[in-house]
């Protein structure tokens, strides 16, 4: 399997992580409009905060996002329970089902495991150099 990505790779994980970082950053923006004083929301503002960093990860194509996308997806479903109980969040249903799509989009074409080669072999050649620089 190749350990680099193509451009259509590329683009891919350029372009899911530029739309995931603009409703993850529309749903923070939600809470800090909508959402009262209360301990939760600091909880929320956190998740947000993880989903954003984890798309910009997918941004810049690191082996972690994979790992940061699937908690993220684990933890907005969590919130999605809470906040449903008080009120509908159609920004936050978004986020789950693209948070969703994305997972099954870097698992059903193989990205992951691409990232994860390109992740060692970055790590192969740091470690060849280590010794002579």
Do not use: P
């Amino acid at each position: 399997m190749k350990s680099h990505l193509s451009k259509s790779d590329e683009s891919l994980c350029e372009n899911l992580g530029l739309f995931g970082v603009l409703i993850s950053s529309t749903c923070l923006l939600q809470n800090f409009v909508i959402m009262t004083d209360h301990w939760f929301n600091l909880i929320l503002i956190a998740v947000y905060a993880l989903s954003i960093w984890s798309y910009v990860l997918l941004m810049k194509k690191k082996h972690l996002s994979v790992t940061l996308l699937w908690i993220s997806g684990i933890l907005v479903l969590t919130a999605e329970l809470i906040v449903m109980q008080a009120l509908f969040s159609l920004v936050l249903v978004l986020l789950l089902c693209y948070l969703s799509i994305t997972i099954y989009l870097l698992y059903g074409s193989n990205l992951y495991k691409i990232l994860e080669l390109k992740k060692n072999a970055e790590k192969d050649e740091e470690a060849n150099w280590q010794g002579r620089i």
